[in-house]
């Protein structure tokens, strides 16, 4: 009877999987998100420890296979040239640490809920979930891909209160009202309890749909480009040169792209400031500048280039980097980012394997993030994986930058979710930070973001094009930008010390 009841609610912490999964961008159906995890939730009342922990790794597994298998193992097989098996292989694994070993850690965290009252099973609930996803973004290489705050890509009013929060309080708020609809339904409660588990999701749900954006932040807007600028706005140019797959790592690619971007960056005017994606020149900079050569036409307008592309450390022999270079139209680099956070085994050979692994082919992190700037207008460059840690958009914005940039390269991915996962992330540095997001890649998505997260640009995915905005800087600070998530990590710890209290057995209890 208990192995029949256990299959049961396997079958239930699966189904929560699936679900969680169909509300994360690629499936986009988002308004799954509250509720998601409530199968999951029911799963594992009364259940013991091991069992709960066996329930969580089934919903992790089921998420992570559904959501991201695809896109790593296209990924893995197109960047590392592995066979089919074993790119899914790699792609799994992956997904068994960070993504099901996430939802262990939920489990592990939010202990069983038929032990507490209804809203301080909720909040230990949430609190769990929120907990696992900040330890998700910073253990082991940190990973916070596919946050359950994620699913809201499509639609960022109800994102806004990540501008206080982060993503990771809004996924706290989704998670609590998931289990205070998993309270109002659960056997046990009387009717005065299902009446404030009731009150408790209508109040969560209502927060989300009318909190604006909280902070002093002003300015912030994009827009596409029409007529004159605005005072104090730029006129960008979003690059997508879309190079065909044969020849994205293909010896003697350099020449080629240098030339299709050149091409596309000439055939557009009036513009002050051109975006390439990351590594648009796979060739070393300053060392290779004559591939620059005129892409911004010599008319006597100010122009410069931000671009990314692979930097030798003068200071350093044998020491590469993969940067965002500031050019200007004489070829002359005025400014430069190295990547902070690399991509492990594709750009380093991560702890406990040994450097070199990558036969020579390892970066060096950069030292600290840089501002650069261009006639008056502050941009945070952030290299494709950077724009998922919210500690580094924070800290550009801080030392004074209006607006982010995120310089990607998402084509090893193909035709599955990652582009639209990967547009979540920018979504929520967007909100947290008050700050234009502006993206260039090589494949799609390339777009322009205000600071509430709208897309308000967007190239098609997988054809070269250009695309012209205005944008404005944003000035001050939200609470997320001044804060980080210290505060949110505090609360957590004390709904979670403090739910540790007050137990009461259930009647019975799953062996």
């Known amino acids: 009877m208990g192995d029949r009841a256990f299959a049961y609610r396997a079958a239930a912490a699966a189904f929560a999987g699936a679900l969680y999964a169909g509300a994360q961008p690629g499936f986009g159906l988002w308004p799954l998100a509250p509720l998601c995890l409530v199968p999951l939730l029911l799963a594992w009342r009364g259940a013991s420890l091991p069992r709960r922990l066996a329930l969580g790794w089934i919903a992790g597994t089921t998420a992570t296979v559904l959501a991201t298998a695809a896109a790593g193992a296209t990924g893995a097989e197109r960047y590392f040239g592995l066979s089919a098996p074993a790119a899914l292989a790699a792609s799994l694994a992956v997904g068994q640490v960070f993504g099901a070993g996430s939802f262990v850690l939920f489990a592990l965290l939010a202990g069983d809920p038929a032990e507490r009252g209804p809203l301080a099973a909720a909040a230990r609930s949430a609190a769990a979930l929120a907990a696992a996803e900040l330890a998700r973004g910073t253990l082991l290489t940190g990973f916070p891909w596919l946050l359950l705050a994620y699913s809201l890509l499509p639609a960022p009013a109800l994102a806004q209160l990540a501008s206080a929060f982060g993503a990771v309080g809004v996924s706290l708020l989704l998670a609590l009202a998931n289990a205070a609809l998993a309270e109002l339904v659960a056997r046990g409660r009387s009717e005065r309890q299902r009446v404030r588990a009731a009150l408790c999701a209508a109040c969560v749900l209502l927060l989300l749909a009318a909190a604006p954006p909280l902070g002093t932040t002003s300015g912030g807007s994009v827009r596409g480009a029409a007529g004159d600028r605005a005072p104090g706005a730029l006129r960008w140019l979003l690059v997508q040169h879309a190079p065909p797959a044969e020849r994205r790592s293909a010896p003697g690619e350099a020449r080629e792209a240098a030339a299709s971007l050149r091409a596309l960056t000439r ?95 390892e970066a060096a992190p950069g030292v600290a993030p840089r501002v650069l700037s261009w006639r008056g207008m502050s941009f945070g460059p952030l290299v494709c994986y950077e724009v998922l840690f919210a500690p580094l958009a924070r800290r550009l914005t801080m030392d004074g930058a209006g607006v982010l940039v995120n310089l990607s390269n998402d084509s090893w991915f193909g035709a599955t979710g990652a582009a639209e996962q990967h547009l979540a992330a920018a979504m929520y540095r967007a909100i947290e930070t008050g700050r234009p997001l502006l993206r260039a890649t090589h494949t799609g998505i390339t777009a322009a973001l205000d600071a509430r997260g709208r897309v308000v640009a967007r190239l098609p995915a997988e054809l070269p094009g250009t695309r012209h905005v205005d944008v404005e800087p944003g000035r001050g600070t939200t609470p997320y930008a001044r804060f980080g998530d210290a505060p949110l990590g505090a609360a957590l710890l004390a709904v979670l010390g403090l739910t540790s209290f007050r137990l009461r057995r259930p009647p019975s209890r799953l062996r």
């Not at 590594?279 to 307008?301: C, S, V």
């Open 267 to 361: 055939s557009a005017a009036d513009f002050d400031l051109a975006l390439w994606s990351e590594n648009a020149l796979p060739a070393l900079l300053p060392e290779n500048g004559h591939l620059l050569r005129g892409a911004l036409r010599g008319d006597g307008r100010e122009r410069a280039l931000l671009l990314g592309a692979p930097r030798a450390d003068p200071e350093r022999p044998g020491t590469l980097h993969t940067s965002a270079f500031l050019v200007d139209a004489e070829g002359r680099v005025l400014g430069t980012h190295d990547k902070l956070k690399l991509l492990p085994f594709a750009e380093y050979a991560p702890w406990p394997f040994a450097p070199g692994g990558l036969g020579g082919r």
